[in-house]
């Protein structure tokens, strides 16, 4: 079993700032790509930004410019540093991590989300 816990989120007032984390952990051969999504209520699921496991990175159009993915292969961690945040930013924001374990299985792993809230 693979398990991923984010941490991070709260609440920042426009034009702040955040440091969102996601460790993965378990039975873990190989970790391919990592990315962070986000979801407001009644609204689909959206890619944020995603990085592969040699680091290319890929960016929804909203968040270019503002919000930065990175990983550390040794912790099996991704992090998304949010600035400039807008009220627009407001969501659950979750990891994604594709995963090889030990026994040879492809899993692809979702975390329970972290709430980021942007408001005065």
């Known amino acids: 079993q693979v398990q991923v816990v984010e941490s991070g989120g709260g609440l920042v007032q426009p034009g702040g700032s955040l440091r969102l984390s996601c460790a993965a952990a378990g039975s873990i051969f190989r970790i391919h790509g990592m990315g962070w999504y986000r979801q407001v209520p009644g609204k689909q699921r959206e890619l944020v930004a995603t990085?592969?496991?040699?680091?290319?990175?890929n960016y929804a159009d909203p968040v270019k410019g503002r919000f930065t993915i990175s990983r550390d292969n040794a912790k099996n961690t991704v992090y998304l540093q949010m600035n400039s945040l807008t009220p627009e930013d407001t969501a659950v924001y979750y990891c994604?991590?594709?995963?090889?374990?030990?026994?040879?299985?492809?899993?692809?792993?979702w975390g329970q989300g972290t709430l980021v809230t942007v408001s005065s």
């Open positions: 990085i592969t496991i040699g680091g290319s990175t």
């Open positions: 994604n991590v594709d995963t090889t374990t030990l026994g040879g299985r492809y899993l692809e792993v």
